[in-house]
Every structure is written in C-alpha cells, then in structure tokens.
C-alpha cells in the first residue's frame, strides 16, 4: 500500500463544476502539499498546510490531521484548470513522498 | 524571474555517457532537493542538501549517482554512465530552511537517453 493514496486518479468535468480531489495519507507529518502539473510542464505549489483550510482564488485545501485525509477543491471550474494535480506529504526531515497524482479535464 | 531554475531543460545522452543537471536555488534559499519523475510514474525524492552538506541521500541510486551543492554556485545532479532506465523528468525544489517551509519548484530538466 502506498504511503499516499489519492482519489479519483481520472476527473473529467464540466466548465462551472465544482471539484474534490481527495487524499489520504498513513505516515507522521508534519505539512501536506497540494501541488499542479501541467503537461510537459514544471511544478507549481498551490497550498502547504498542517491544520485547517486554506483558500487562494478558487481553490480550496482542508487537512484532518486525525483522519489522515486532505481534500483540495475547485469552485467554479474552467478549461486551463486542466493538469495534474499531486498530493505531497512532508515527513518529519523535510523529504516530501508523493502521491500518484489525479489528472483533471475540465471541458468547455 | 527569482524562481528555481534548472538547466538545461532538455537533455540528450548516448548510454555510456555522463549527464549534469544543474539547480540554481531561489535568492536565500539554502536548501535545494532533487526529485525524479519516470515516465508513467510518481515523483519520488532523491537527496536533500544544505550548502556543502548532503543532509539525506536515503533516495538516491547506489551507484553512478551523485550530487552537490557547493558553497558557491548551483546544485549539480551528476549520472555517470548513464543507461535507458535514467530517462526521466529532474525536478530541483528550494526552501529557504529546514521545518515546515514550502519548497518551490523548478521548470526540471528532462533527460532522454538514446
């Protein structure tokens, strides 16, 4: 079983739609990642967070350190949110371990 | 641009030969981490270091692999003699200490070997 799970591996929306990713994690951290990558392109960080919610534009990242399970949502969907999105756990020692990513689609 | 970047971009060897990826970390970072994308695969780290330190290696290959990050100029990726299975996307992040500090990513560098 890997140390980071993520849900769905494939999304395919709507323009408008809102949007979960899911995450779940079984390791000690002490900061989770929420992390985009378009094709062929580099990464960028979109939240690091170890409690609570945090909110930028129209993107969304809670944490439940007890459940082990963070969720990044989407509001208001569109096409250029198209990418992969990956959940990256920080370890205690700085070392992230990634999940396998969920492709996300947003048609127009 | 004050971001990580990394170089070059795209990266062509033969089996046999060397490759250098570089990685000039953001302006104060002091901590610079690889990590590798295969293809089809995850991102997994590799080595974690601080100026003239490698803090952990713990994911780096034993052999032909290596890295550094001296105290002046970028961190540099070193494979030697490398084979068609180091065909794979190099990302650099930085962070500007150890704890719980965001680590900025560079563009990577992808490296196909013929």
């Known amino acids: 079983k890997n140390e980071v799970e993520q849900s769905p591996q494939n999304l395919t929306a709507q323009e408008g739609e809102f949007i979960t990713i899911n995450c779940s994690y079984s390791?000690?951290?002490?900061?989770l990642h929420w992390l985009q990558q378009h094709p062929g392109g580099g990464i960028v960080s979109l939240f690091m967070?170890?409690?609570g919610k945090k909110k930028h534009g129209r993107l969304i990242a809670t944490i439940n350190i007890q459940e082990k399970h963070s969720s990044l949502h989407i509001t208001a969907s569109h096409p250029r949110d198209s990418a992969v999105y990956i959940c990256?756990?920080?370890?205690?020692?700085?070392?992230?371990?990634f999940g396998a990513g969920t492709i996300l689609r947003v048609k127009s | 641009n004050a971001g990580v970047m990394q170089n070059p971009r795209h990266l062509v060897r033969r089996r046999g030969q060397e490759a250098r990826l570089r990685c000039s970390p953001m302006?104060?970072?002091?901590?610079v981490y690889w990590y590798r994308q295969l293809p089809e695969e995850g991102l997994k780290f590799m080595v974690y270091?601080?100026?003239?330190?490698?803090?952990?290696e713990s994911g780096m290959p034993k052999e032909r692999f290596s890295a550094e990050f001296p105290k002046e100029g970028p961190s540099i990726l070193r494979i030697q003699q490398v084979v068609r299975g180091d065909s794979a996307a190099y990302f650099c992040?930085?962070?500007?200490?150890?704890?719980?500090?965001?680590?900025?990513f560079g563009d990577g560098t992808r490296l196909s070997i013929l």
């Open positions: 992040a930085s962070s500007p200490g150890s704890g719980n500090q965001p680590q900025h």
């Open positions: 390791v000690g951290i002490s900061a």
């Open positions: 967070l170890s409690s």
């Open positions: 990256a756990v920080m370890e205690y020692g700085n070392k992230l371990v």
């Open positions: 302006k104060g970072h002091s901590h």
């Open positions: 270091l601080q100026k003239e330190n490698i803090i952990d």
